[in-house]
């Protein structure tokens, strides 16, 4: 069974700098991960699929990259929409979460 | 356009079985390459992928938890159910269902209902 781990738990970030959240699995998944943004009260939106490619309407400051076991969401500038928790998928696996906050 | 609705109780008691609808449009369970998921998700915790249907009627449960789950579909009606049994307290969560397309396996779901919150409590 697959296990995903994220870090950092919470990154306090400013609107404009750049966020990078890492998920690491505890096997080789090849490129079959994928990231979503939640915010309060809300679905899950699908973010980045098979690691790298972005999903329908998805703005391109999120990119996605990584293979085997370490993946990477990197939000290029951050907007103010941008603050919210991440989590990365694989199969029947989901990370714990990494949350975006406003520093 | 897509949509899915879960349906269901909001407030079951313990040791009860738990049956939640999942009703959906702008896709179709009876043709190849769609399946729908369920994904529950504790208050203030992480996601947890429960099961999975196929277009062809074939089922995946979280190992964990598939000697208490069951799901199934009725294409003629768009919908598909979840049951859960022997309900505690550690299963309130918002679950929810999701259009999950298939290419060489389960791909992400890309389409989330909006979620049903249900409470586990005497």
């Known amino acids: 069974e697959i296990v995903l781990t994220q870090s950092p738990a919470t990154l306090s970030l400013s609107p404009g700098e750049r966020a990078t959240l890492s998920c690491r699995a505890s096997q080789t998944v090849s490129s079959y991960v994928a990231w979503y943004q939640q915010k309060p009260g809300q679905s899950p939106r699908l973010l980045i699929y098979d690691a790298s490619n972005r999903a329908t309407g998805i703005p391109a400051r999120f990119s996605g990259s990584g293979s085997g076991t370490d993946f990477t969401l990197t939000i290029s500038s951050l907007e103010p929409e941008d603050f919210a928790v991440y989590y990365c998928q694989q199969r029947r696996a989901f990370g714990q979460g990494t949350k975006v906050e406003i520093k | 356009q897509v949509t899915l609705r879960e349906s269901g109780p909001a407030l079951v008691k313990p040791e009860q079985t738990l049956t939640l609808t999942c009703s959906f449009s702008g896709f179709s369970l009876s043709t190849g390459s769609m399946c729908v998921s369920w994904v529950r998700q504790p208050p203030g915790k992480a996601l947890e992928w429960l099961a999975l249907?196929?277009?062809?009627?074939?089922?995946y449960y979280n190992t964990s938890l598939e000697t208490r789950l069951a799901i199934s579909k009725d294409t003629s009606k768009n919908q598909v159910v979840l049951t859960m049994t022997n309900m505690d307290p550690m299963d309130t969560a918002t679950y929810y269902c999701?259009?999950?397309?298939?290419?060489?396996?389960?791909?992400?779901?890309?389409?989330w209902g909006p979620g049903i919150l249900v409470t586990v409590s005497s």
């Open positions: 999701a259009r999950t397309p298939y290419r060489s396996g389960p791909l992400p779901p890309d389409y």
């Open positions: 249907i196929d277009w062809g009627d074939d089922k």
